[in-house]
């Protein structure tokens, strides 16, 4: 078990970051959702919503913990500026763009629900449910970490895209972090962005763009100068560059090789300049990646792109191995979700109303914002099953926080006694909810 011990700089941080969500990031029944924000860190996984009232952390009553989340308001903006200016100023730093499902298959009475992917453990991989899409932008600290911290975090309604969303996530946090003059963002995505649609609103932001493409595209070169111009159109696409055929690739303009301490050998080739058939105004420069190359049978190579930011310091070198390596900085955004549903009951509540579980998720948000900024003093309680770790991950600093919590305090007031309600009027009819139907959302043209 590791004996660290709190220092006052440490506590007066996390003081800090909690007085400030309370007074600039919380408007009505802020004192409740300070303590609800309390109770998700102290508490843990609960089985059922109410519950989380019993936690020590919340000293409101039950019905007091559906108010927060029904009448309370959250300030969206400010609290994405705030956490955009949490993450360093320097150096490069890591963003990742990803999208998660908020089943609810029964809530009839809810509106704009749609079909949405649920990735599962069966065999195939995943279905297909009913709730809410939800569209995360987190900062990632460690590329093979378990740290994913959401500087955005939005609801896809029906009549948009998760790519549109997030293109407003991504030009939210330029605009956030636009006096940066030290350091560089890049975001890093799947293949879900990986097309023009996509990169053409992010031009001549202040921040860089990595999205995977699949293994099947046909891209193009620009054009070569001609000394002697024809009449008619000039060309828009010069030599064929398709992933399948190797034959079409010609000489890289750049090629590393390196050693990865848990990817092996690997080699990255980089083209620079190529576009879609449709999309000649979209240049990007394109990355294989080839990994575990001294295996018999290496896995097959992915291929990323880059779009370069409006600005890059002098100081701040973008090579292949920089485009490389914030395409890994992806991978902790997967299982920070997972802590986020199975440890902190993301998912668990059954809100009436889809406004409710949009603040629910900016709570879960922060916690994990909380738990992130107390690893640094939070000792290591294993259980007797678990091995001592050095690092702590979001669950391990959850297992100590309680022991910590007190030395917080706490910027709610005190709640006040009140009488009891007189309830529902006695001969008064209720009026069933109305019934919305599935939005069966129509594929996108492009």
Known sequence: MSTKQPTQEHLNRIIEFRQAIHANGFGKQRDALIEALDAICLTGAFPSFPLLSLSKGFQRQWHSLYKALERGTLKDEWLSRYLAQQVPQEDIQYFTLDGTAWPRPRARTMDDRQYVYHPTPAVNGGSICIGYPYSLLDWVPEAHGSWSLSVSVKRIPSQMTAGEVGVMQIKELSQNRANLRKGLDIVAADARYGNAQFLRPLQGQHCGIVVRLRRDRVLYRAPKPLEKRPRGRP????????????????????????????????????????????????????????????????????????????????????????????????????????????????????????????????????????????????????????????????????????????????????????????????????????????VRKQPATT
Do not use: C
Request: aromatic letters at 12%; hydrophobic letters at 35%; zero cysteines.
């Open 235 to 438: 060309r828009v696409h010069g030599e064929r560059f398709a992933f399948k055929e190797p034959e079409t690739w010609g000489d890289p303009d750049e090629v590393v090789s390196l050693r990865h301490e848990k990817l092996g050998q690997v080699k990255l080739e980089r083209w620079n300049n190529l576009h879609g058939k449709n999309d000649a105004d979209v240049p990007m420069d394109i990355v294989r990646a080839s990994v575990h190359l001294e295996k018999d049978k290496p896995p097959q190579p992915i291929w990323l792109a880059w779009q370069a930011p409006a600005v890059i310091p002098e100081h701040i070198v973008v090579n292949a191995q920089t485009i490389w390596q914030a395409y890994l900085h992806r991978w902790p955004i997967e299982p920070g979700i997972r802590f986020r549903k199975q440890h902190l009951g993301w998912t668990t509540p059954r809100f009436q109303y889809k406004e409710t579980g949009d603040r629910w998720s900016w709570l879960v948000a922060l916690a994990v914002w909380l738990l992130f900024l107390s690893r640094s003093i939070v000792e290591d309680h294993p259980l007797p099953w678990q091995k001592p770790q050095e690092n702590l991950t979001p669950q391990r600093v959850q297992q100590g926080w309680p022991l910590i919590f007190a030395q917080f305090g706490s910027p709610a007031r005190k709640p006040k006694v009140r009488g009891k309600p007189p309830g529902w009027p006695k001969g008064r009819r209720r009026t069933p909810k109305q019934r919305f139907k599935v």
